[in-house]
């Protein structure tokens, strides 16, 4: 009779005979995180470097300048002294007219250039991808094109075109017994918008356009058997589909539009209508490079991003809730 020998093992102590995983399970799902971790920390770091150094850094001296002036003590016969001055900048700056005037001026000019330049864009997409047009390529690259000269180059371009005297385009209105002035107190806000159009029209043309070739064909072919015509389907089919890519063009022409600065100021050569103070990236250039007044260009700077900040913020909540209220429908 054979016996057989059980040895007792005793609480507490690990089963020799358990599954490896079952202790090296919580190991290697620590392990595993940490790698994810550090894969998401390499490659996250070249965007917040880039944030740092070219957003943070920026707007933190631009907010630490605005609370300190250069001031001179007594009758201004000593040496000049940087002094903490709180909000006395930013007082100054939301009581200045001329300021308030610019983004008076900028406000009409996104009225004006955001609608125009949406709905322009998006009516060219749906027509190149309605097949309507020929030679697809070539009218894509033609509309581009504009797109790839620098903005310096095309607001001399328009001077030249704006500017009587020497403008082709006033010489043949005149010949036709039209006299007109581009850059006069009522037109100059439309002839600043028609180079921004011209310039960039192109290249919110290539966003919708590429938007809508994402488009499942399947729910066009189904609009079409359901007698949708090409308007119909344009309007009521392709672009609710490729609405995201319309708020993210018209996020970033706000933050475009209320930058402006070089169209005016080359533009200010020609027109007195245009003064060095004409929008706020202008009163900003004209208060640190000619007044020497970095305290104010800074505190103008802040508030400008404030309300370029506050004003993407709106549209993207305004979009969101949208789309919340159109899902529930």
């Known amino acids: 009779m054979t016996t057989t020998t059980r040895h007792r093992v005793p609480a507490g102590t690990p089963d020799a005979t358990a599954p490896a995983s079952s202790a090296s399970g919580p190991r290697a799902r620590r392990a595993a995180k940490r790698r994810q971790l550090t894969a998401c920390g390499v490659l996250m770091a070249p965007f917040f470097v880039l944030l740092v150094t070219v957003f943070l850094i920026p707007v933190g001296t631009a907010v630490h300048l605005s609370f300190y002036s250069d001031d001179q003590p007594g009758l201004g016969f000593g040496p000049e002294r940087t002094v903490f001055v709180g909000l006395r900048s930013y007082a100054a700056v939301l009581t200045d007219p001329t300021f308030l005037s610019g983004l008076g001026t900028v406000a009409l000019y996104c009225l004006v250039y955001i609608p125009l330049m ?148 080359l533009l200010s050569q020609s027109s007195p209508m245009i003064s060095s103070r004409f929008s706020p990236s202008m009163y900003i250039y004209d208060a640190a490079f000619t007044r020497n007044n970095y305290s104010l260009a800074a505190a103008a700077s802040v508030v400008l991003l404030v309300c370029t900040v506050a004003l993407s913020y709106g549209v993207t909540r305004f979009t969101s809730r949208a789309d919340v209220s159109q899902e529930a429908r």
């Not at 030679?135 to 371009?157: D, E, N």
């Not at 966003?207 to 308007?231: C, H, M, T, W």
């Not at 392709?238 to 970033?252: D, E, G, H, N, Y």
């Open 118 to 265: 949406v709905a322009g864009a998006l009516a060219l997409a749906l027509l190149l991808d309605s097949g309507v047009v020929r030679l697809r390529a070539f009218a894509q690259l033609g509309l581009f094109l504009p797109h790839a000269v620098p903005g310096i180059i095309a607001a001399l371009i328009w001077l030249y075109l704006y500017t009587p005297g020497i403008s082709p385009v006033i010489e043949l209105f005149a010949r036709a017994d039209v006299t007109i002035d581009f850059l006069g107190i009522h037109t100059v806000i439309p002839s600043i918008v028609n180079i921004a159009l011209w310039s960039n029209l192109g290249y919110n043309m290539v966003v919708f356009y590429a938007a809508l070739q994402a488009v499942p064909r399947e729910v066009i072919e189904a609009s079409v058997v359901d007698g949708a015509g090409p308007v119909r389907t344009a309007l009521q089919v392709k672009t609710p589909l490729v609405r995201a890519s319309i708020v993210m063009v018209a996020i970033f022409t706000l933050i475009w539009a209320l930058q402006l600065f070089t169209e005016p100021m």
